[in-house]
């Protein structure tokens, strides 16, 4: 009877043990590209996402000079209308509080500078105000032409925006002819963020090299300008993505990783603050923000 019981215990552990290990084969897996219609929507970032992964080689013993660039993250810029549409929600600001930061980064001094400036900002090569600042955009949406780009001109600030290049001319998404109007406009730095924004930590190396380094050149490509920075899909990265992307020859690249200080240390995974409801309150955010 007492053998039944402890076989019946054992079984119970080891059943214990198997849905365990299934449920953290699940975690491991990338979230899934969630679609509606033809448009293709990242879901939110995994919470690990926004720390340093900790395989990085990192020199421990060379301290480097931290500068304050704090560098703001948008995805939409919209007034939503699908209530339900719970991913938009949480990657969106609407047009209205979205004018209000621009117009008090403009009146309180804030100079804008665009990622691929980082680099030289960094090694003194550039100098920059105590009050700078950059504004990021991710992935590439239809609302950047028509919602983002008429303020920033008429406010004259600058911005970097990442496109998914197989993505661009999508329902959703910008169209090859906004793309070059923005080009032109000499006031949005386009950025790279692979062909089809795949979660490329979990990918093999050729399948990454492939992401990284064909969406630059197809984008310099097809606008006739030199990609410089790139932004990780999910904010998802490793070591030997870092590598790829500098062996792609990119200069820089950008994170999820919150923080408003850079460093030659993080020029891989430059920090990034996520955009809120800052509103006209934004400048004085950017003077107190810290890591």
Request: charged residues 25%.
């Given at each position: 009877m007492?053998?039944?019981?402890?076989?019946?215990?054992?079984?119970?552990?080891?059943?214990?043990?198997?849905?365990?290990?299934?449920?953290?084969?699940?975690?491991?897996?990338?979230?899934?590209i969630?679609?509606?219609?033809?448009?293709i929507?990242?879901?939110?970032?995994?919470k690990?996402?926004?720390?340093?992964?900790s395989?990085?080689?990192?020199?421990?013993?060379?301290?480097?000079?931290?500068?304050?660039?704090?560098?703001?993250?948008?995805?939409y810029v919209?007034?939503?209308?699908?209530?339900?549409?719970?991913?938009?929600k949480?990657?969106d600001i609407?047009?209205y509080?979205?004018?209000?930061?621009?117009?008090?980064?403009?009146?309180n001094?804030?100079q804008?500078?665009?990622?691929?400036?980082?680099?030289?900002?960094?090694?003194?090569?550039?100098?920059?105000?105590?009050?700078s600042v950059v504004?990021?955009?991710?992935?590439?949406?239809?609302?950047?032409?028509?919602?983002?780009?008429?303020?920033?001109?008429?406010?004259?600030?600058?911005?970097?925006?990442?496109?998914?290049?197989?993505?661009?001319?999508?329902?959703?998404?910008?169209?090859?002819q906004?793309?070059?109007?923005?080009?032109?406009?000499?006031?949005v730095?386009?950025?790279?963020?692979?062909l089809?924004?795949?979660?490329?930590?979990?990918?093999?190396t050729?399948t990454?090299?492939?992401?990284?380094?064909?969406?630059?050149k197809?984008?310099?490509?097809?606008?006739?300008?030199?990609?410089?920075?790139?932004?990780?899909?999910y904010g998802a990265f490793?070591?030997?993505?870092?590598?790829?992307?500098?062996?792609?020859?990119?200069?820089?690249a950008?994170?999820?990783?919150?923080?408003?200080?850079?460093?030659?240390?993080?020029?891989?995974?430059?920090?990034?603050?996520?955009?809120?409801?800052?509103?006209?309150?934004?400048?004085?955010?950017?003077?107190?923000?810290?890591?």
């Open positions: 007492k053998f039944k019981k402890y076989l019946f215990i054992l079984f119970g552990i080891l059943l214990g043990i198997f849905f365990s290990y299934l449920f953290h084969l699940f975690l491991k897996k990338p979230p899934a969630i679609k509606r219609g033809e448009e929507i990242a879901p939110y970032y995994e690990k996402s926004f720390t340093i992964p395989e990085l080689k990192v020199e421990k013993k060379v301290k480097e000079k931290k500068l304050k660039i704090p560098i703001i993250m948008y995805h919209e007034y939503i209308t699908d209530i339900n549409d719970l991913v938009k949480r990657l609407n047009p509080t979205f004018e209000q930061e621009l117009n008090s980064l403009k009146n001094g804030w804008t500078y665009f990622i691929k400036d980082i680099p030289d900002i960094i090694s003194e090569k550039t100098k920059i105000s105590s009050q504004l990021t955009f991710d992935d590439g949406y239809e609302d950047f032409y028509s919602v983002v780009f008429p303020l920033l001109k008429k406010y004259q600030l600058k911005a970097t925006i990442y496109l998914i290049y197989d993505f661009i001319g999508r329902k959703g998404f910008l169209t090859k906004e793309v070059e109007e923005i080009v032109k406009s000499g006031l730095e386009i950025g790279s963020h692979t089809n924004h795949y979660y490329l930590k979990y990918l093999p050729s990454q090299r492939k992401q990284i380094s064909e969406s630059k197809k984008i310099e490509d097809d606008f006739g300008i030199k990609v410089s920075t790139f932004a990780y899909p490793s070591q030997e993505t870092i590598n790829l992307v500098k062996e792609a020859s990119y200069s820089a950008v994170s999820v990783i919150r923080g408003a200080y850079q460093s030659k240390n993080n020029l891989f995974y430059l920090s990034r603050i996520r955009a809120g409801i800052f509103g006209n309150n934004i400048s004085q955010l950017l003077e107190k923000y810290n890591k």
